[in-house]
């Protein structure tokens, strides 16, 4: 009920491809969607979110795609550069008296050639 | 305007011991999450604390006590510790209103 999955683990892309890593949940009380980028050293920070009302948001080169039906949303990164090689994490959150808890994927670790 | 600060930043300890980590959570934020990140895996939530208390718990054992302070300033407390619990231990923060969540660069924990 609380678990995000989330493919590939891992993904090579050419310089200017577009990168797409997928999710899926399985709580439909999940309210809030992020997706994180984490490079090694660094603690992860926020990409670019989607609530479940809105089927896609786009911020520069990111979008998230979200099939509230299918209980699954995706990240695209459009022409992809060596700098966005970084390890991606998709979440979910659910909001209760407590506040927002946040599930993560298992994470996709992304290298762009050059 | 500082963003999550944790120390220390690596420790080593052995079985059985016991370990604190520390956690300020970035200016005007009053909500501490600790996550556990082992090697090549997502964050794992350990737990939540708000106005002092916890709030939210993950599937930790009791081991894992936490305390936050008037500050919003957030301990992570692990008792026994057990080989498995090597991993780079993650503080986030918020508000208590919003999903985003600022995180702070870890504490990597070795145990021997």
């Known amino acids: 009920q609380q678990q995000v999955k989330q493919s590939p683990q891992s993904l090579i892309v050419q310089k200017g491809g577009i990168s797409i890593i997928n999710c899926a949940y399985e709580?439909?009380?999940?309210?809030?969607f992020p997706w994180y980028q984490q490079f090694p050293g660094k603690g992860p920070a926020l990409l670019i979110a989607?609530?479940?009302?809105?089927s896609e948001k786009k911020e520069g080169r990111f979008t998230i795609s979200f099939n509230k039906s299918a209980k699954q949303f995706s990240l695209h990164i459009m022409d992809s550069q060596p700098g966005d090689s970084a390890t991606y994490f998709c979440?979910?959150?659910?909001?209760?008296?407590?506040?927002?808890?946040?599930?993560f994927g298992a994470g996709t670790r992304l290298f762009v050639k050059a | 305007d500082a963003g999550v600060t944790q120390s220390p930043t690596h420790l080593i300890k052995t079985r059985g011991q016991q370990v604190t980590l520390r956690c300020s959570p970035k200016?005007?934020?009053?909500?501490v999450s600790w996550y556990q990140q082992a090697l090549g895996q997502g964050p794992q939530f350990i737990f939540q604390?708000?106005?002092?208390?916890?709030?939210q718990r993950g599937n930790f054992p009791d081991r894992f006590s936490g305390h936050q302070f008037p500050n919003y300033s957030s301990e992570l407390n692990v008792n026994a510790l057990l080989l498995g619990d090597s991993a780079l231990y993650l503080c986030?923060?918020?508000?208590?209103?919003?999903?985003?969540?600022?995180f702070g660069e870890g504490s990597r924990l070795t145990v021997l």
């Open positions: 986030a923060s918020s508000g208590v209103n919003t999903g985003e969540l600022f």
């Open positions: 709580n439909t009380a999940f309210d809030y």
């Open positions: 989607i609530r479940p009302d809105v």
């Open positions: 979440a979910a959150s659910l909001q209760n008296t407590g506040g927002f808890k946040t599930i």
């Open positions: 200016s005007g934020h009053d909500t």
């Open positions: 604390y708000y106005e002092e208390e916890e709030r």
